[in-house]
């Protein structure tokens, strides 16, 4: 019997932890490459966010907090990131606005004060968040039978609901005793 991992969805880049699927930042997974025993690592990159952009500076500033960005935007962003960045909406680095800050950093999300502001009001800012890789519990929703191990994704949405996210971005699989896929030597008709 296998049991499987899956990454969370919050990232737009993606890696895997065993030497036998390589996914790099600019493959998709259905263009990660199957390369069992070859001993080499994966690319390891950090998990970051698309853009988000709630609020504007209309009113008292422009507040892109992490709250607000949880509750508006359930599943797409983790609730502890590691970092975060922001910038105009036109792209432009917030460090180089010259607006003032009342809030930017990974725990609450970022705030720009109108009234903090000496000339003028807050520009219009978007934030995204760097996330940590996190990988879900192990899921082992079928036994061998004649057919097979059958561990898919549909399934296990169905058998484990709201406990694992509807567009994985990776897969690890092993047998219910600890051991990697590739030792067991099986044939996998689907890995992905």
Known sequence: ?????????FARKFFS????????????LDQAIFRPGTGKSPEVTRC?????????????????LLADLLN??????????????????SGQPASQTGNIFQVYNPTSG????????VRRKC????????????WTRWFDQDDPSRLGDIE???????????????KPIAIEVATV???????????FLVYD
Not at 110 to 117: D, I, K, T
């Open 17 to 28: 932890l065993d030497d036998s699927v390589f996914v790099n930042s600019s493959q998709t």
């Open 110 to 117: 970022f705030a720009c004060v109108n009234a903090n502001q």
């Open 152 to 166: 898919m994704l549909p399934l296990i949405l169905i058998r484990y609901p709201l406990q694992i996210c509807p």
């Open 48 to 64: 970051i966010t698309k853009w988000f952009d709630l609020d504007d500076p209309n009113g008292n500033g422009d507040y892109e």
């Open 1 to 9: 019997s296998c049991k499987l991992l899956m990454l969370s969805p």
């Open 72 to 89: 508006t935007y359930p599943g797409e962003i983790c609730p502890n990131p590691i970092a975060i960045e922001a910038q105009t909406t």
């Open 123 to 134: 520009a219009d800012y978007k934030v995204r968040f760097t996330c940590p890789e996190e």
């Open 177 to 187: 005793g600890g051991t990697t896929v590739l030792p067991t030597e099986n044939n």
